[in-house]
T-cell receptor, first 112, second 113 residues
Framework: TQLLEQSPQFLSIQEGENLTVYCNSSSVFSSLQWYRQEPGEGPVLLVTVVTGGEVKKLKRLTFQFGDARKDSSLHITAAQPGDTGLYLC????????????FGGGTRLMVKP | GAGVSQSPRYKVAKRGQDVALRCDPI?????LFWYQQALGQGPEFLTYFQNEAQLDKSGLPSDRFFAERPEGSVSTLKIQRTQQEDSAVYLC???????????FGNGTRLTVT
C-alpha cells in the first residue's frame, strides 16, 4: 500500500517539452526526497526538501515541497532523452530522514 | 567497494525453495535497509538495521522472511519456502548516520517459478 500517490504513472513526451510530476499524501513528512531509477539499477537520490514551501533547483529540474509538507512536485524544463527513467518520491517518517515511504513512481520516456 | 553491492544479481527459485540474498554496504555505514520492489511499483520497506541491531522489521511480509547483520556490516535476507508472490527486486540501501542520504545497491531480482 503506497501512502504517497504519484501522478501521472506514465508520461511519454518529445524532447524539448516541459513536464511536472506530482507526489501527494495525507500524511506530513519530516522531509521528502526525489530519486531517479534506471532499469536494472537502484534508485539514485536527486534532492531532499525539508522546509514547507521550499524550492530547490538542480539544472533543469525544479523541486517544490508543499507548505504543509504533505506534497511535492518535480518540474523538468526542456526534457532530454537522458531524463528518461522512473522518478520516485519518498517521504521520511522520522527526524533522521532515513525511514522512507516511497510513492509508486512516474515512468518518464523522452523521445528524441 | 565504492558502492553498495548485492549478490546474486538474479536468482531463479522453484516454489518452496529457500533463498539467501546478500548485501555488502558501503564500508563504515551504520544503517542498512532492505526494500522489496514489485514490477512497476515503488520500493516497499522491509527491515532496518543500525549496526548489528535490527531496529524495525515491521515490513517483513511473513515469518518466512528473516534478515540478519551479525557483525554490523554484511547483511543477509533469507526467504524460506518461496512463493510466487515473493517474485520482486530486493534492494539494499546503507547510510552513514543521522540525516545522511541512503545509497542503494542495484538489487537482486528474484523470480519464483
Amino acid at each position: 500500500t503506497q501512502l504517497l500517490e504519484q501522478s501521472p504513472q506514465f508520461l511519454s513526451i518529445q524532447e524539448g517539452e516541459n513536464l511536472t510530476v506530482y507526489c501527494n499524501s495525507s500524511s506530513v513528512f519530516s522531509s521528502l526526497q526525489w530519486y531517479r531509477q534506471e532499469p536494472g539499477e537502484g534508485p539514485v537520490l536527486l534532492v531532499t526538501v525539508v522546509t514547507g514551501g521550499e524550492v530547490k533547483k538542480l539544472k533543469r529540474l525544479t523541486f517544490q515541497f508543499g507548505d504543509a509538507r504533505k506534497d511535492s512536485s518535480l518540474h523538468i524544463t526542456a526534457a532530454q532523452p537522458g531524463d528518461t527513467g522512473l522518478y520516485l518520491c519518498a517521504g521520511a517518517r522520522n527526524n533522521a530522514g532515513n525511514m522512507l515511504t516511497f510513492g509508486g513512481g512516474t515512468r518518464l520516456m523522452v523521445k528524441p | 567497494g565504492a558502492g553498495v553491492s548485492q549478490s546474486p544479481r538474479y536468482k531463479v527459485a522453484k516454489r518452496g525453495q529457500d533463498v539467501a540474498l546478500r548485501c555488502d554496504p558501503i564500508s563504515g555505514h551504520v544503517s542498512l535497509f532492505w526494500y522489496q520492489q514489485a514490477l512497476g511499483q515503488g520500493p516497499e520497506f522491509l527491515t532496518y538495521f543500525q549496526n548489528e541491531a535490527q531496529l524495525d522489521k515491521s515490513g517483513l511480509p511473513s515469518d518466512r522472511f528473516f534478515a540478519e547483520r551479525p557483525e554490523g556490516s554484511v547483511s543477509t535476507l533469507k526467504i524460506q519456502r518461496t512463493q510466487q508472490e515473493d517474485s520482486a527486486v530486493y534492494l539494499c540501501a546503507s547510510g552513514s548516520g543521522y540525516n545522511s542520504p541512503l545509497h542503494f545497491g542495484n538489487g537482486t531480482r528474484l523470480t519464483v517459478t
